[in-house]
């Protein structure tokens, strides 16, 4: 069982730049790919970045390419998202994923624990 809880999110201006961060519990998160998603009312859930467990395969959605990096601390057993230049179009409650193995996916269904969400808003 693996328990996640992010934080980070608030209420920011476009422009700006925020770090999300995903704290797991349970003893396979340095074995297990991680990955953000996001979720806007009235929209498809979306996937965001995702980091494979030893951090040398990483991907992103294409809408925050360039903008967003993923990141991961084994020892600490937390993944991050460092939001840069957001937009109004990113305002979406996040969420972080614990995946079933090492690799990852772009895909919600492969991810088994998900965090409970949290929200980032940007002003324009």
Known sequence: QVQLVESGGGLVQAGDSLRLSCVASGRTFSTQAMGWFRHAPGM???FVARISWSSTS???GDSVKGRFTISRNN???T???QMN???PEDTAVYYCAAGRGPLGTDYPQWYDYWGQGTQVTVSS
Do not use: D, G, H, P
């Open 44 to 46: 498809e859930r979306e």
């Open 58 to 60: 990483t991907n992103y």
């Open 75 to 77: 020892a600490k057993n």
């Open 79 to 81: 993944v991050y998202l």
């Open 85 to 87: 230049s957001l937009e």
